[in-house]
Nanobody, 118 residues
Framework: QVQLMESGGGLVQAGGSLRLSCAAS????????MGWHRQAPGKERELVAD???????NYADSVKGRFTISRDNAKTTVYLQMNSLKPEDTAVYYC????????????WGQGTQVTVSS
């Protein structure tokens, strides 16, 4: 089992910045991917960015150049630095932890609200 603890989020004006953090604990496989997804009202959940335990990152086109995902040296905490925020970034952001071992396993955080006012 993997537990995820999210922090960050809140209300910010357009053009501002926020930083999300997600700490994983429990039985953590060495090879894994941590990332953030978001879901706006009336829309499907979508990938924002993720980063593997070996470094490669992946970003949604809508956030490239504005958001940066990183992990700490222990590889158990993932950060999402969000700059130049736009009202369309408003959503509930969910931390995701996944690994593959004879199948795919996903764990999700409880979600944190990010609201960007215009």
């Amino acid at each position: 089992q993997v537990q995820l603890m999210e922090s960050g989020g809140g209300l910010v004006q357009a053009g501002g910045s926020l930083r999300l953090s997600c700490a994983a604990s429990g039985s953590i496989p060495n090879r894994n991917v941590m990332g953030w997804h978001r879901q706006a009202p009336g829309k499907e959940r979508e990938l924002v960015a993720d980063i593997s335990s070996f470094g490669p990152t992946n970003y949604a086109d809508s956030v490239k150049g504005r958001f940066t995902i990183s992990r700490d040296n222990a590889k158990t905490t993932v950060y999402l630095q969000m700059n130049s925020l736009k009202p369309e970034d408003t959503a509930v952001y969910y931390c995701n932890f996944r690994f593959y071992e004879r199948g795919r396993f996903d764990y999700w955080g409880q979600g944190t609200q990010v609201t960007v006012s215009s």
